[in-house]
């Protein structure tokens, strides 16, 4: 049961660069979430997908663009990388129709920006 | 604006000993509260909730939280730690929204120590 997997885990970026963080859920979840974690400042809401075809900007959205390319899949694409984007990103998602029900986590993609 | 406070950075807690990990909320309406625990390079894991009811909530790996209304409170508590129960922990608060897709509002998170 692979619940959410994202790729890469780790990767290195020079400043400018662009990449894609890819996420994946195989739950029949509608919604879809993405995060960054940065130390002390907790999970920030980056973008979130209530289902296939639909997305919305959360609190940090400035330099990130996503694509929910179907229900399984949400991803997140920095179009140009720059330091301030270091972080750890999470990808997360929500059984439907039930709101008490919790998120569900991946393990997160390690980035850094040099 | 609802919101979620982890007044503490880190809990130190000797093993067998019981540990309380804070947290404060301060929401419009009735809050919906959550604790999740992110264990090293790992994503976060689900513990419990409290949506409404009894006020002490039990959850997964024998922890339990108490929900304190006039207070506003919504600490995570164990009555005999393991030096497994070593993680990050954080505490959210369910944002207003569509039932369907609603947001969660984070703690900066607690670092919880256990020592043999």
């Known amino acids: 049961n692979a619940g959410v997997t994202q790729t890469p885990k780790f990767q290195v970026l020079k400043t400018g660069q662009s990449m894609t963080l890819q996420c994946a859920q195989d739950m029949n979840h509608n919604s879809m979430y993405w995060y960054r974690q940065d130390p002390g400042m907790g999970l920030r809401l980056i973008y979130y997908?209530?289902?296939?075809?639909?997305?919305d900007k959360g609190e940090v959205p400035n330099g990130y663009n996503v694509s929910r390319l179907n229900k399984r899949e949400f991803s997140l694409r920095l179009e140009s990388a720059a330091p301030s984007q270091t972080s750890v990103y999470f990808c997360?998602?929500?059984?439907?129709?039930?709101?008490?029900?919790?998120?569900?986590f991946g393990d997160g993609t390690r980035l850094s920006i040099l | 604006a609802q919101s979620v406070a982890q007044p503490e950075d880190q809990v130190n807690v000797a093993e067998g000993n019981p540990l309380t990990v804070k947290c404060t909320y301060s929401?419009?309406?009735?809050?919906?509260l959550f604790w999740y625990v992110q264990y090293p390079n790992r994503g976060l894991q689900f513990l419990l909730k409290y949506i409404t009811g009894d006020n002490l909530v039990k959850g997964s790996y024998g922890f339990e939280a108490e929900f304190n209304k006039s207070q506003t409170s919504f600490h995570l508590k164990k009555p005999s730690a393991l030096v497994s129960d070593s993680a990050l922990y954080f505490c959210a608060v369910r944002d207003y929204g569509p039932d369907s897709n609603y947001q969660l509002i984070w703690g900066a998170g607690t670092k919880l120590i256990i020592k043999p």
């Open positions: 997360a998602s929500k059984v439907p129709g039930d709101s008490n029900q919790p998120q569900h």
């Open positions: 929401v419009s309406g009735n809050p919906y």
């Open positions: 997908s209530a289902s296939e075809g639909t997305t």
